[in-house]
């Protein structure tokens, strides 16, 4: 599928907006349009309603070890500072960046990626290599591009050019005296062709993806990606606040209020869908890396002894809950983390990722992550900060107090609350181990729309080939479930049409149009998604029946007009 149609389809038919596109746009925000909108409202609708409000606590669900309830949370976005610190987000929710000096754009370090290059005849010139480096999606042809312009080549001369294997910024400055050694740049003698700069700074042989020169990066410098606000009228430092960057953590640190104010018990689980939000230094790729984001997340709270149990369950049931809607089919993989990847307290993480079509061939991007945090979070809001010592257990991090170095205090403190949990049967006091499916709505929302878009070809009016577009979303999240058209604008037709109209919308969102040719509504109707079309013809006068047609067969059937409200609704709910 061609990003580039489904980008310009979202912005045509108002699923997607850039935000304040008046004024030029803002890197990394986007507004969901009129169809947008309820796309996503249904996707995080169908979300709620299959996690939480329909999960029935009374039975265990295939592949889960017993019987669990279910709850839901609203928490605001801006929390107590002490949060962030507790979290490890203070510390260490950094991406590392690089400045260009000449462009003054900056990127992220590991997002930049280069060929070591050089032109074969200045060879033994004393001409120093050079990273040519890229962050465009076509990196093969611009590094190659860019290759060509540096040494001051034509496209027709690329075979002057040598071009070594593809890395990213930091393998590649790194791996520069692998460079030098290699064969290629040994003259017929046997020795080294090229100069041996490896004394010194790679960066300075770095070509940056936008500039001219070489050697006008920055050293990489970390950068938080939490955004910084300031609470209340005085303004300093000590009211500076942040935006979360996850909603998980208002679930943790209410997790006394929700055991002390409803009967659940362990094992349950606390869901909420929020806002997010993060500096991200490159967004890009659409909607997939926002700086404005929503997210859909659970936390889990089990018995630490069943909790590889409960992660197998919940990374089987988020992948069915995806493939059920309709991302099925080899773009959508689970990949399990391998054992050095994960945490030492965790028995296993897993991301849920899709074959978006704007990355290359191959790759896929994380839709969710099922992550086992075992005791973690809890006892960090309790204890404080934590880190891992010499035997890799975890402990409180802890800091010279000022003025007494031999004297040591917590770097960071918890609540001191006791967020432990007594199971009333055995008396057992334990703190709860956790299981975390955190989904991101706006990355579901985007490869539910990439998997919808379809193309085929239909005849038209006057019976030549068109291509039609159809976005094919499942019926539960298609943001219009049905159309209704009157044949012609006479006869009556319309007031039995708009009737028809007011009963389904009274149940759910429908749409009514009488401009225009039928077969442009219809095609109007499958660019939305819309699943059914109801039309009112001469017919419908004489036996009082309407043709229903379904967008992805074509295929049409007549219902008697006071049986279409429920004929649609057993198709869509
Ligand atoms: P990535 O590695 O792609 O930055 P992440 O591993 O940092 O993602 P998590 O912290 O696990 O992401 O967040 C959980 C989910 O939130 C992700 O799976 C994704 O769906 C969503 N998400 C995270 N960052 C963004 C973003 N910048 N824009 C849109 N969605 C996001």
Avoid at 320 to 339: Q, S
Avoid at 491 to 512: M, T, V
Wanted: proline share 5%; hydrophobic share 35%; with cysteine.
């Amino acid at each position: 599928m061609d990003m580039d149609k489904l980008v310009s389809l979202c912005k045509r038919r108002g699923f997607l907006f850039q935000s304040s596109e008046i004024y030029g746009g803002l890197n990394g925000f986007w507004d969901y349009g009129p169809l947008g909108v309820e796309l996503k409202r249904n996707i995080k609708e169908a979300w709620w309603q299959d996690m939480v409000r329909g999960h029935d606590e009374l039975s265990t669900p295939a592949g889960a070890p017993e019987a669990y309830e279910m709850t839901g949370l609203d928490c605001t976005i801006i929390m107590h500072p002490q949060v962030w610190k507790v979290s490890g987000h203070y510390d260490l929710f950094c991406d590392m960046m690089v400045d260009c000096k000449a462009t003054k754009k900056r990127y992220r370090y590991d997002q930049i990626k280069g060929r070591w290059a050089f032109r074969k005849d200045q060879v033994g010139t004393g001409k120093p290599p050079v990273f040519v480096t890229t962050v465009a999606e076509e990196f093969d042809a611009d590094i190659e591009r860019r290759a060509l312009k540096y040494f001051n080549l034509r496209s027709k001369q690329a075979d002057q050019l040598d071009l070594g294997e593809l890395m990213s910024l930091p393998q590649g400055i790194s791996a520069q005296h692998g460079y030098f050694e290699s064969e290629t740049y040994y003259d017929a003698e046997g020795k080294p062709a090229l100069t041996d700069y490896s004394s010194d700074t790679p960066l300075n042989h770095v070509l940056a993806p936008e500039a001219n020169e070489v050697g006008t990066l920055t050293e990489p410098r970390e950068f938080n990606l939490m955004f910084k606000t300031i609470v209340g009228a005085m303004g300093t430092e000590e009211d500076a606040a942040f935006l979360r960057p996850e909603t998980a953590q208002g679930i943790f640190v209410n997790f006394k209020n929700v055991l002390d104010s409803t009967r659940v018990k362990v094992p349950f689980g606390i869901a909420q869908i929020g806002k997010s939000f993060r500096n991200e230094i490159t967004p890009r790729n659409f909607t997939f890396r926002s700086r404005e984001f929503e997210q859909m997340e659970i936390e889990f709270f089990c018995h630490p002894n069943a909790s590889r149990k409960w992660y197998e369950y919940w990374r089987d049931r988020r992948m069915k809950w995806y493939t059920d809607l309709g991302l099925a089919g080899e773009r959508l993989i689970m990949r399990e983390h391998a054992a050095d990847e994960l945490s030492h307290y965790s028995v296993g993480t897993a991301d849920i990722e899709y074959a978006f079509p704007f990355l290359p061939e191959g790759e896929y991007g994380e839709l969710e992550g099922i992550a086992h945090r075992g005791d973690f979070d809890l006892r960090s809001h309790m204890e404080g900060k934590l880190v891992k010592n010499a035997e890799g257990c975890l402990e409180v991090e802890m800091v010279p107090v000022e003025g007494k170095p031999d004297k040591l205090r917590p770097k960071h403190r918890g609540s001191g609350r006791d967020l432990t949990y007594r199971d009333e049967v055995t008396n057992e006091k334990f703190v709860p181990h956790v299981i975390e499916p955190s989904s991101g709505a706006d990355r579901a929302t985007l490869a539910f729309l990439c998997e919808a878009y379809y193309e085929d070809e239909q005849p038209d009016e006057k019976g030549e080939m068109q291509t039609r577009v159809v976005m094919r979303f499942h019926p539960r999240i298609a943001p219009i479930k049905a159309a209704v058209f009157p044949l012609v604008k006479k006869d009556g037709l319309p007031e039995i049409a708009q009737e028809i109209y007011r009963k389904l919308k009274a149940k759910f969102s429908a749409f009514y149009d009488e401009k225009g040719a039928v077969g442009r509504r219809y095609r109007r109707q499958d660019e939305a998604g819309t699943p059914y079309c109801i039309t009112v013809d001469g017919q419908t006068l004489t036996d009082n029946t309407v043709t229903i047609r379904d967008r992805d067969t074509l295929e049409q059937w007549r219902v008697k007009v006071d049986e279409v409200v429920e004929e649609i609704s057993k198709r869509v709910m």
